[in-house]
Nanobody, 119 residues
Framework: VQLVESGGGLVQPGGSLRLSCAAF????????MSWYRQAPGKERELVAS????????AYADSVQGRFTIWRDDIESRVDLQMSSMKPQDTAVYFC?????????????WGQGTQVTVSP
């Protein structure tokens, strides 16, 4: 199984950036997909998630209204559109997949992509 992120980079405050995560080697429609982030010196935190069957979405309070997550079950991809970005959005962003068929289903992580918000 591989989760491959792309789209990170440097953006100015107020700008936008789109992250993409391509999944390989799993049945994508069996997985809840999420984006996490980890800033220097801080714990990894959940940013946004989207369920497998219902496509129900959930967001951290800090990104609600600014970030949008969606998934393409045909292309096995989950994207995160980030807008009105702030310096505190600076972090390494990780793609996360969780098998929802079992209580402790398999979990996979991507390698992470750096996002830096700075003038």
């Amino acid at each position: 199984v591989q989760l491959v992120e792309s789209g990170g980079g440097l953006v100015q405050p107020g700008g936008s950036l789109r992250l993409s995560c391509a999944a390989f080697g799993l049945t994508f429609t069996d997985y809840r997909m999420s984006w996490y982030r980890q800033a220097p010196g801080k714990e990894r935190e959940l940013v946004a998630s989207i369920d497998d069957f219902t496509h129900r979405k959930a967001y951290a309070d800090s990104v609600q209204g600014r970030f949008t997550i969606w998934r393409d079950d045909i292309e096995s991809r989950v994207d995160l559109q980030m807008s009105s970005m702030k310096p505190q959005d600076t972090a390494v962003y990780f793609c996360h997949a969780q098998d929802t068929r079992a209580i402790r289903g398999a979990v996979y992580w991507g390698q992470g992509t750096q996002v830096t918000v700075s003038p």
